[in-house]
T-cell receptor
Framework: KAGVTQTPRYLIKTRGQQVTLSCSPISGHRSVSWYQQTPGQGLQFLFEYFSETQRNKGNFPGRFSGRQFSNSRSEMNVSTLELGDSALYLC?????????????FGPGTRLTVL | DAKTTQPTSMDCAEGRAANLPCNHSTISGNEYVYWYRQIHSQGPQYIIHGLKNNETNEMASLIITEDRKSSTLILPHATLRDTAVYYCIVRVLNRDDKIIFGKGTRLHILP
Protein backbone atom coordinates (compact mmCIF):
# COMPACT_ATOMS: atom_id res chain seq x y z
CA LYS A 1 0.00 0.00 0.00
CA ALA A 2 1.37 3.42 -0.94
CA GLY A 3 2.27 5.71 1.94
CA VAL A 4 1.42 9.33 2.54
CA THR A 5 2.71 11.57 -0.21
CA GLN A 6 3.40 15.28 -0.05
CA THR A 7 4.14 17.72 -2.81
CA PRO A 8 6.27 19.58 -3.40
CA ARG A 9 9.14 18.19 -1.34
CA TYR A 10 11.07 21.46 -1.36
CA LEU A 11 9.92 25.02 -1.84
CA ILE A 12 11.58 28.42 -1.71
CA LYS A 13 9.46 31.55 -1.34
CA THR A 14 10.00 35.16 -0.37
CA ARG A 15 8.39 37.15 2.41
CA GLY A 16 4.87 38.26 1.69
CA GLN A 17 4.14 35.50 -0.81
CA GLN A 18 1.65 32.75 -0.22
CA VAL A 19 2.13 29.00 -0.59
CA THR A 20 -0.02 25.89 -0.98
CA LEU A 21 1.16 22.47 0.10
CA SER A 22 -0.54 19.22 -0.86
CA CYS A 23 -0.97 15.93 0.96
CA SER A 24 -2.38 12.65 -0.35
CA PRO A 25 -3.25 10.25 2.48
CA ILE A 26 -2.97 6.49 2.48
CA SER A 27 -5.83 4.93 0.56
CA GLY A 28 -8.80 4.44 2.86
CA HIS A 29 -7.64 7.01 5.40
CA ARG A 30 -10.08 9.81 6.06
CA SER A 31 -8.20 11.90 8.60
CA VAL A 32 -5.36 14.24 7.67
CA SER A 33 -3.36 16.25 10.18
CA TRP A 34 -0.75 18.92 9.50
CA TYR A 35 2.30 19.70 11.64
CA GLN A 36 5.07 22.28 11.53
CA GLN A 37 8.57 21.29 12.57
CA THR A 38 11.29 23.87 13.19
CA PRO A 39 14.76 23.30 14.65
CA GLY A 40 14.59 22.92 18.40
CA GLN A 41 10.79 23.06 18.55
CA GLY A 42 9.83 19.54 17.70
CA LEU A 43 6.51 19.00 15.99
CA GLN A 44 3.73 21.50 16.47
CA PHE A 45 0.17 20.67 15.57
CA LEU A 46 -1.50 22.89 12.99
CA PHE A 47 -4.90 21.35 12.26
CA GLU A 48 -6.74 18.14 11.52
CA TYR A 49 -9.35 17.39 8.89
CA PHE A 50 -11.77 14.50 8.84
CA SER A 51 -14.34 13.96 6.11
CA GLU A 52 -13.74 17.45 4.69
CA THR A 53 -14.33 19.14 8.06
CA GLN A 54 -11.72 20.77 10.26
CA ARG A 55 -11.95 19.01 13.61
CA ASN A 56 -9.10 20.52 15.53
CA LYS A 57 -6.80 23.51 15.26
CA GLY A 58 -3.52 24.35 16.94
CA ASN A 59 -2.27 27.74 18.10
CA PHE A 60 -1.27 29.22 14.78
CA PRO A 61 -2.35 32.56 13.26
CA GLY A 62 -5.10 32.78 10.69
CA ARG A 63 -2.50 33.00 7.92
CA PHE A 64 -2.38 29.22 8.16
CA SER A 65 -5.41 27.51 6.66
CA GLY A 66 -6.31 24.23 5.12
CA ARG A 67 -8.97 22.19 3.46
CA GLN A 68 -9.78 18.62 2.62
CA PHE A 69 -11.39 17.31 -0.52
CA SER A 70 -13.92 14.53 -0.97
CA ASN A 71 -11.14 12.09 -1.89
CA SER A 72 -9.46 12.90 1.46
CA ARG A 73 -6.58 14.75 -0.17
CA SER A 74 -5.70 17.86 1.77
CA GLU A 75 -4.06 21.18 1.08
CA MET A 76 -2.50 23.64 3.46
CA ASN A 77 -2.14 27.32 2.63
CA VAL A 78 0.08 29.92 4.25
CA SER A 79 -0.50 33.53 3.25
CA THR A 80 1.76 36.54 3.74
CA LEU A 81 4.81 34.39 4.44
CA GLU A 82 7.22 35.40 7.18
CA LEU A 83 10.82 34.33 7.71
CA GLY A 84 9.72 32.33 10.74
CA ASP A 85 7.50 30.17 8.58
CA SER A 86 10.58 28.39 7.25
CA ALA A 87 10.08 24.84 8.44
CA LEU A 88 9.40 21.23 7.55
CA TYR A 89 5.65 20.81 7.11
CA LEU A 90 4.45 17.31 7.78
CA CYS A 91 1.19 15.68 6.91
CA UNK A 92 -0.10 12.59 8.69
CA UNK A 93 -3.04 10.41 7.79
CA UNK A 94 -5.07 7.93 9.78
CA UNK A 95 -8.09 5.80 9.13
CA UNK A 96 -10.18 7.72 11.63
CA UNK A 97 -9.57 10.45 14.16
CA UNK A 98 -9.91 8.41 17.31
CA UNK A 99 -7.15 7.86 19.82
CA UNK A 100 -6.47 4.34 18.58
CA UNK A 101 -6.13 5.42 14.97
CA UNK A 102 -2.43 5.37 14.29
CA UNK A 103 -1.10 8.30 12.32
CA UNK A 104 1.32 7.69 9.46
CA PHE A 105 3.47 10.58 8.34
CA GLY A 106 4.56 11.69 4.91
CA PRO A 107 8.10 12.78 4.04
CA GLY A 108 7.28 16.45 4.51
CA THR A 109 7.63 19.62 2.50
CA ARG A 110 10.63 21.76 3.40
CA LEU A 111 9.67 25.41 3.00
CA THR A 112 12.33 28.10 2.99
CA VAL A 113 11.23 31.72 3.20
CA LEU A 114 13.82 34.28 2.10
CA ASP B 1 2.88 21.61 26.49
CA ALA B 2 4.01 18.07 25.97
CA LYS B 3 2.88 15.67 28.66
CA THR B 4 6.03 13.57 28.44
CA THR B 5 9.66 14.00 29.46
CA GLN B 6 12.52 12.17 27.79
CA PRO B 7 16.29 12.42 27.99
CA THR B 8 17.69 14.74 25.38
CA SER B 9 20.11 12.18 23.98
CA MET B 10 21.40 8.65 24.47
CA ASP B 11 24.13 6.43 23.08
CA CYS B 12 23.92 2.70 22.43
CA ALA B 13 26.43 0.26 21.00
CA GLU B 14 25.47 -1.45 17.76
CA GLY B 15 24.01 -4.90 18.39
CA ARG B 16 22.99 -4.10 21.94
CA ALA B 17 19.49 -3.38 23.19
CA ALA B 18 18.55 0.29 23.24
CA ASN B 19 16.27 1.21 26.14
CA LEU B 20 14.62 4.61 25.80
CA PRO B 21 12.76 5.88 28.87
CA CYS B 22 9.78 8.20 28.97
CA ASN B 23 7.97 9.77 31.91
CA HIS B 24 4.29 10.58 31.64
CA SER B 25 3.30 11.01 35.27
CA THR B 26 0.06 12.90 34.51
CA ILE B 27 -1.30 10.36 32.06
CA SER B 28 -5.03 9.74 32.29
CA GLY B 29 -6.56 6.32 32.48
CA ASN B 30 -7.74 6.20 28.90
CA GLU B 31 -4.74 7.81 27.22
CA TYR B 32 -2.42 5.75 25.06
CA VAL B 33 1.36 5.94 24.89
CA TYR B 34 2.71 6.17 21.35
CA TRP B 35 6.28 6.05 20.08
CA TYR B 36 7.48 7.53 16.81
CA ARG B 37 10.95 8.07 15.46
CA GLN B 38 12.29 10.55 12.96
CA ILE B 39 15.36 9.97 10.91
CA HIS B 40 17.02 13.14 9.69
CA SER B 41 14.96 15.04 7.10
CA GLN B 42 12.24 12.39 6.96
CA GLY B 43 8.72 12.30 8.36
CA PRO B 44 8.14 10.58 11.71
CA GLN B 45 7.72 6.82 11.52
CA TYR B 46 5.24 5.01 13.75
CA ILE B 47 6.87 2.40 15.99
CA ILE B 48 4.44 1.09 18.57
CA HIS B 49 1.71 2.10 21.02
CA GLY B 50 0.07 0.72 24.13
CA LEU B 51 -2.44 1.43 26.87
CA LYS B 52 -1.34 -0.57 29.92
CA ASN B 53 -0.10 -3.94 28.76
CA ASN B 54 3.36 -4.50 27.37
CA GLU B 55 3.41 -4.62 23.60
CA THR B 56 5.78 -6.10 21.04
CA ASN B 57 5.96 -5.89 17.28
CA GLU B 58 8.56 -6.47 14.61
CA MET B 59 10.29 -3.19 15.39
CA ALA B 60 10.32 -2.87 19.16
CA SER B 61 8.88 -3.67 22.56
CA LEU B 62 7.02 -1.25 24.81
CA ILE B 63 7.12 -1.74 28.55
CA ILE B 64 4.61 0.34 30.55
CA THR B 65 4.90 0.44 34.32
CA GLU B 66 1.96 -0.77 36.36
CA ASP B 67 1.10 2.77 37.50
CA ARG B 68 1.43 3.91 33.85
CA LYS B 69 3.54 6.89 34.86
CA SER B 70 6.48 5.83 32.73
CA SER B 71 7.38 3.55 29.87
CA THR B 72 10.41 2.19 28.07
CA LEU B 73 10.86 1.57 24.37
CA ILE B 74 13.22 -1.31 23.68
CA LEU B 75 15.00 -1.83 20.39
CA PRO B 76 16.34 -5.36 20.93
CA HIS B 77 19.32 -5.30 18.57
CA ALA B 78 20.16 -1.73 17.62
CA THR B 79 21.69 -1.05 14.22
CA LEU B 80 23.18 2.09 12.75
CA ARG B 81 19.92 2.65 10.90
CA ASP B 82 18.18 3.10 14.25
CA THR B 83 19.97 6.42 14.76
CA ALA B 84 17.09 8.90 14.99
CA VAL B 85 15.08 11.14 17.29
CA TYR B 86 12.55 9.09 19.23
CA TYR B 87 9.32 10.72 20.35
CA CYS B 88 7.20 9.43 23.20
CA ILE B 89 3.67 10.80 22.96
CA VAL B 90 0.61 10.62 25.13
CA ARG B 91 -2.52 10.94 23.12
CA VAL B 92 -4.32 13.82 24.76
CA LEU B 93 -8.04 13.38 25.12
CA ASN B 94 -9.20 16.94 25.50
CA ARG B 95 -11.69 18.81 23.40
CA ASP B 96 -8.97 19.45 20.84
CA ASP B 97 -8.04 15.76 20.65
CA LYS B 98 -4.66 16.43 19.13
CA ILE B 99 -1.29 14.77 19.45
CA ILE B 100 1.33 16.85 21.25
CA PHE B 101 4.95 16.08 20.47
CA GLY B 102 7.78 16.88 22.87
CA LYS B 103 11.46 17.31 22.04
CA GLY B 104 12.24 13.59 21.90
CA THR B 105 15.44 11.64 22.55
CA ARG B 106 18.25 11.73 20.02
CA LEU B 107 19.56 8.16 19.92
CA HIS B 108 23.09 7.62 18.60
CA ILE B 109 24.03 4.07 17.68
CA LEU B 110 27.77 3.64 17.99
CA PRO B 111 29.61 1.19 15.69
Amino acid sequence: KAGVTQTPRYLIKTRGQQVTLSCSPISGHRSVSWYQQTPGQGLQFLFEYFSETQRNKGNFPGRFSGRQFSNSRSEMNVSTLELGDSALYLCASSRGSGVTDTQYFGPGTRLTVL
Amino acid sequence: DAKTTQPTSMDCAEGRAANLPCNHSTISGNEYVYWYRQIHSQGPQYIIHGLKNNETNEMASLIITEDRKSSTLILPHATLRDTAVYYCIVRVLNRDDKIIFGKGTRLHILP
